[in-house]
T-cell receptor
Framework: ELKVEQNPLFLSMQEGKNYTIYCNYSTTSDRLYWYRQDPGKSLESLFVLLSNGAVKQEGRLMASLDTKARLSTLHITAAVHDLSATYFCAENSGGSNYKLTFGKGTLLTMNP | GAVVSQHPSRVICKSGTSVKIECRSLDFQATTMFWYRQFPKKSLMLMATSNEGSKATYEQGVEKDKFLINHASLTLSTLTVTSAHPEDSSFYIC?????????????FGPGTRLTVT
């Protein structure tokens, strides 16, 4: 059974500090995806990581993939309020239809 | 590019009625479409995968007679919730891939919030 585990599930951020979300997955897939979801909205694609050692950055977010450790990380630099959302990682199981298996999501909120 | 739309965005129906949700790929031909449901504060659960012109493949535990999926064209898939009950209330999201979209990527629709009273 495919498993994708994210941690932490909740993160209360302070403005200006750095944070990391971890995503462990159970298969030998080398395709890992990160999405953002705002309340009441659908998913917004953030990063697609397709190979071991892949690193992608967009603004204050940086994602990396270690296929040997079956681990992806999403690093947040100098958190700001606009980053408050739920972040999902998902693994692509391959096969003929490339199904995605999602983690439980990490809810990021900003401390007032 | 790679835009996916869903209609309606919100629907309220009475228990026992059927509801149809449409998923369209607007600027590419989607050979594969996926249907997910999401409960409040939960992750996405894949319900089924549909390939154009073929019967949908349902995930374990999803009732195919209750959630009818049709993928009759390369730009349209529909999900019909038959004889809806309050426990079917959820956020339904479709995604699409294929055509000019890299096969390993899925583009998500904006979602449809179904409330069954």
């Amino acid at each position: 059974e495919l498993k994708v585990e994210q941690n932490p599930l909740f993160l209360s951020m302070q403005e200006g500090k750095n944070y990391t979300i971890y995503c462990n997955y159970s298969t030998t897939s080398d395709r890992l995806y990160w999405y953002r979801q705002d309340p009441g909205k659908s998913l917004e694609s953030l990063f697609v990581l397709l190979s071991n050692g892949a690193v992608k950055q967009e603004g204050r977010l940086m994602a990396s993939l270690d296929t040997k450790a079956r681990l992806s990380t999403l690093h947040i630099t100098a958190a700001v309020h606009d980053l408050s959302a739920t972040y999902f990682c998902a693994e692509n199981s391959g096969g003929s239809n490339y199904k995605l298996t999602f983690g439980k999501g990490t809810l990021l909120t900003m401390n007032p | 590019g790679a835009v996916v739309s869903q209609h309606p965005s919100r629907v309220i129906c009475k228990s026992g009625t059927s509801v149809k949700i449409e998923c369209r790929s607007l600027d590419f031909q989607a050979t594969t479409m996926f249907w997910y449901r999401q409960f409040p504060k939960k992750s996405l659960m894949l319900m089924a995968t549909s390939n154009e012109g073929s019967k949908a493949t349902y995930e374990q535990g999803v009732e195919k007679d209750k959630f009818l999926i049709n993928h009759a064209s390369l730009t349209l898939s529909t999900l019909t919730v038959t004889s809806a009950h309050p426990e079917d209330s959820s956020f339904y999201i479709c995604s699409a891939s294929g055509g000019a979209v890299p096969i390993h990527e899925q583009y998500f629709g904006p979602g449809t919030r179904l409330t069954v009273t």
